[in-house]
């Protein structure tokens, strides 16, 4: 595009046609076609910009006009534990790895169900095209304390006892939720698809506060849901007692980060020029003394963003100094038993904390994982299948544990062992380790969908043809312990561990099944 007042090249990162097919002009309208590129495009579908009118989407109001405070007591605690699983994939970091026990989890304790769902193996047929099933999906589940949070598929968050799933309570948010709410200090911290974070008491589910980050209460439809132009995809991470979220999710339609006293409800900083330095396709992640989006961080002090090179997938997490990317995009649906890799890849790059922030690019190193970020710990990292596998025909190669520090050693000594062996002539290559070569086991071939680590297992719930399950592999030898047969398919990367050794997962029907003992 061609700004004719400046004379300038307009490239909207986000938003462009598939190559040699162009965008379409007509009526006000800017309309991009689908495109199936790989080219740095977090949203797949038809997209139509209008004229912007007198919407400034890079300004928001004073943020006391956007909060309500509707009740100043403080929330009566709760125990947390370090074997609980407070916030997505457990920690800031996002390492889905748990200090909890597992034992000999046989059954299915309890399943939650949202009123009229529909079975995701039934579908609503049309006389021609393709069959539409359902994406209204429950959230990953946080657990802590005996009790389970998740946000449902008609816009609630809901509690339910760990033991039973005997709903507490539900709270309603204005629209769709993106990912799961975090507990903190005895409240429950929920970014939602109507723009606003909203802070619950944990133990009732009453409403303490909601700011709204987004510039204005607007709405569009997003894949035929209602939702804010900026809604919160990013959730809510909380370190060192300061809330961070982000409204919007692409740049040129502005995105706005915000730094909220999660006690109650003031800004500490906001910086609604984010877009014009940042992107946001999806979650965020917490360390080294930033705050993480699959393609831009922030200043948690003082909201200044940048903007490096990770891109493809809304999954972003921080093992040891490496910064990883990968999963699903924001847009695609569940159904990975046809779209296995999701899209997706982990285009990890190495951080050096001493340079002030800068993030020194690896190229295409592990470009291509693609189905999920591996789940860690101190001691192992569990690696998903290869997307290249995936994609090739072979739909597995099971997961694979691989120690730590191997691992962490591999990352940083690859680059220079393979430029080392790009330079070589072709009659005297080095040796070029990969890192499966590390491995201690391999679990058998499953096309595993959702997993973590545990104390004394890694858990993993996964698709076989029709037949879903979730089933335990002993981390000393990589056996399988226990095996449970799922009513439904299991979500991508929904699941979570609480304290008790209980396995709580989101399925396809937008259902959550709790398996233990």
């Not at 609604?272 to 999806?282: E, M, N, P, R, V």
């Not at 649906?333 to 790059?349: C, K, M, N, W």
């Amino acid at each position: 595009m061609l700004d004719v007042h400046t004379n300038s090249v307009v490239r909207m990162r986000d938003m462009r046609s598939p190559c040699d097919e162009g965008t379409l002009v007509s009526d006000g309208y800017m309309i991009t076609l689908p495109s199936e590129c790989i080219c740095w495009i977090e949203l797949k579908g038809w997209r139509v910009l209008a004229s912007a009118g007198a919407i400034n989407p890079h300004i928001a109001p004073p943020w006391k006009e956007r909060l309500t405070v509707s009740d100043t007591a403080e929330p009566e605690p709760l125990n947390v534990t370090d074997a609980d699983w407070p916030t997505y994939r457990r920690d800031g970091a996002r390492s889905a790895g748990s200090t909890a026990t597992i034992g000999n989890a046989s059954r299915v304790l309890w399943q939650w169900k949202a009123s009229g769902a529909a079975p995701y193996s039934s579908a609503y047929g049309f006389a021609l095209g393709p069959k539409l099933k359902p994406d209204f999906l429950s959230t990953a589940p946080v657990a802590a304390d005996g009790w389970v949070w998740f946000g449902s598929p008609d816009g609630m968050v809901r509690c339910v006892k760990a033991d039973s799933g005997k709903e507490v309570w539900s709270f309603a948010t204005h629209a769709m939720l993106f990912t799961s709410p975090t507990l903190w200090q005895g409240r429950l911290l929920i970014g939602s698809g109507d723009g606003r974070v909203y802070c619950l008491n944990a133990r009732t589910g009453k409403c303490l506060w909601q700011l709204l980050i987004a510039p204005s209460d607007r709405r569009v439809f997003w894949f035929g849901h209602l939702i804010n132009t900026w809604p919160v995809l990013t959730g809510v991470g909380v370190q060192d007692g300061i809330a961070y979220a982000i409204a919007g999710w692409q740049s040129e339609n502005g995105l706005h980060s915000y730094a909220i006293n999660p006690k109650n409800g003031e800004v500490i900083w906001a910086n609604d020029a984010a877009g014009q330095s940042t992107s946001c396709g999806g979650g965020i992640a917490m360390a080294h003394g930033k705050v993480w989006t699959p393609n831009s961080c922030f200043d948690p002090k003082s909201g200044a963003g940048y903007t490096f090179l990770m891109q493809y997938g809304r999954e972003v997490g921080v093992f040891d100094k490496w910064i990883l990317n990968g999963g699903q995009r924001i847009s695609h649906t569940e159904d990975i038993v046809f779209t296995p890799a999701g899209g997706g890849g982990l285009y990890p790059s190495l951080f050096d904390p001493k340079d002030g922030g800068t993030v020194s690019g690896t190229g295409a190193l592990l470009a291509d994982w693609g189905i999920s970020l591996p789940a860690w710990d101190a001691d192992h990292i569990l690696m998903p299948p290869r997307a290249a596998v995936i994609a090739g025909g072979a739909l597995n190669t099971g997961l694979t544990l691989v120690p730590a520090a191997k691992f962490s050693a591999w990352l940083s000594e690859y680059p220079a062992a393979h430029a080392a062996f790009a330079k070589a002539p072709n009659d005297a290559k080095p040796q070029l380790i990969d890192w499966p070569e590390l491995k201690e086991w391999v679990t058998d071939k499953i096309l595993a969908v959702s997993f973590a680590l545990a104390r004394d297992q890694a858990v993993v719930a996964y698709t076989d043809g029709k037949v879903h399950k979730l089933s335990g592999y002993l981390r000393a030898d990589g056996k399988k312990a226990w095996t449970v047969e799922l009513p439904e398919q299991p979500a991508m990367n929904r699941l979570a561990v609480d304290r008790a050794g209980r396995v709580v997962v989101s399925l396809c029907d937008g259902s959550v099944v709790c398996v233990g003992q």
